[in-house]
C-alpha cells in the first residue's frame, strides 16, 4: 500500500470540501482505496488529506491526472500543492497506547 499526502490552501474550506465530496466516485475509480482530509488547527483553510493506493505508479498516475487538476481548480485550491508518497514503515502494537 502507498498512501498519498497532500498539503494545500483552499479559497474557502467549505466549498473545497463540497466538490472534493462530489469527485468521491472518480477517485475510487481512478485506485484511491482510502482517504481522510484533515483541517490545521489555526488555518480551516489550510488542508491536508491522504488517499492510499495498491501502488506507487497508480497513485502518481492519481497525481498527475487531468481530472484531479481540474477538480482541485474547481475547489479553489490556491497555489502549488505540496505531495508526497510514503509506505508504512512501522506500527505500534495495540497496547502500546494503552499503556502511556
Known amino acids: 500500500m502507498v498512501r498519498l499526502f497532500v498539503r494545500i490552501n483552499v479559497a474557502d474550506y ?36 491522504w488517499h492510499d493506493f495498491e501502488t506507487a505508479e497508480v497513485a ?10 481540474n477538480v482541485m481548480q474547481r475547489a479553489g485550491v490556491q497555489g502549488a500543492p505540496q505531495i508526497w508518497f510514503v509506505t508504512e514503515s512501522w506500527r505500534p502494537a495495540p497496547t502500546f497506547a494503552s499503556s502511556l
Not at 25 to 47: I, K, L
Not at 60 to 69: E, G, K, T, Y
Open 60 to 69: 502518481r498516475a492519481f497525481v498527475s491526472s487531468d481530472a484531479l487538476r
Open 14 to 49: 467549505e466549498t473545497w470540501r463540497k466538490v472534493y465530496d462530489q469527485f468521491y466516485g472518480e477517485r475510487g475509480a481512478m485506485g484511491v482505496t482510502g482517504a481522510a482530509a484533515f483541517q490545521s488547527v489555526d488555518d480551516p483553510n489550510d488542508v491536508t488529506v
